[in-house]
């Protein structure tokens, strides 16, 4: 079955406590990218890859890394998280980019930083 | 500075009725649009994805059409059910961002009663 999958689902953590959050697609997909979404703000992009080791920054990527070391992988990492990065956490994939592809999502990330 | 806005930002309808949802954007220099339906706590699942070159899409009870002069989209959905009860978001690519990043609307949370 076609999807982008997410790990955790949910992660209660504390300020300052470095966490991974892992993103993978079986769809032989070029892009992929980080967005996340919150009350009143919407969805908001943090970080975006148009293949491998190709990444670049999206609106919102202060206090966020990444990397593109495989073609199925995308990893979101928090160094030093922060309250105000308690957040709903979406990876979305889509073949040949935005410019024709559908963007297909993963089931999200509820992060919780303490 | 692309914006997406989208009203209403609520509807409640009951079941069986033909609705129309909509999307406005600033700027007409676009790709494509893209229309996504998001159920509480889950992930986004795309919908309709119209080109620029294009003026509507359809599928099943779902018609998005797309006016790139008047910078709008409409999504008609014909005989509700309960079950398209979800919220509904519209998404374009960023056209001076190489169309790598998105702008999404706010959303328009749906109710159909039985």
């Known amino acids: 079955e076609a999807q982008v999958t997410q790990n955790p689902r949910y992660l209660i953590t504390v300020t300052g406590k470095k966490l991974t959050v892992t993103c993978s697609q079986n769809?032989?997909?070029?892009?992929m990218s980080w967005y996340r979404q919150d009350p009143g703000l919407g969805l908001r992009q943090i970080y975006y890859?148009?293949?491998?080791?190709?990444?670049d920054k999206g609106d919102v990527p202060e206090g966020y890394k990444v990397s593109r070391k495989e073609k199925r992988n995308f990893p979101l990492i928090l160094e030093s998280p922060s309250p105000n990065q308690t957040s709903l956490y979406f990876c979305?994939?889509?073949?040949?980019?935005?410019?024709?592809?559908?963007?297909?999502f993963g089931e999200g990330s509820r992060l919780t930083v303490l | 500075k692309q914006e997406v806005t989208q009203i209403p930002a609520a509807l409640s309808v009951p079941e069986g009725e033909n609705l129309v949802l909509n999307c406005s954007f600033t700027d007409s220099a676009i790709y494509n649009l893209q229309w996504f339906r998001q159920d509480p706590g889950k992930g986004l699942t795309s919908l309709l994805l119209i080109q620029s070159s294009q003026r509507e899409q359809t599928s099943g009870r779902l018609n998005a059409s797309l006016d790139k002069s008047s910078g709008r989209s409409t999504l008609y959905i014909a005989a509700s059910q309960p079950g398209d009860s979800a919220t509904y978001l519209c998404?374009?690519?960023?056209?001076?961002?190489?169309?790598?990043?998105?702008?999404f609307g706010g959303g328009t949370r749906l109710m159909v009663k039985p």
């Open positions: 979305a994939s889509s073949f040949g980019g935005l410019k024709t592809g559908e963007l297909f």
């Open positions: 769809m032989n997909h070029e892009y």
């Open positions: 998404a374009v690519p960023l056209y001076n961002n190489a169309g790598n990043m998105l702008t």
């Open positions: 890859s148009m293949n491998v080791e190709v990444t």
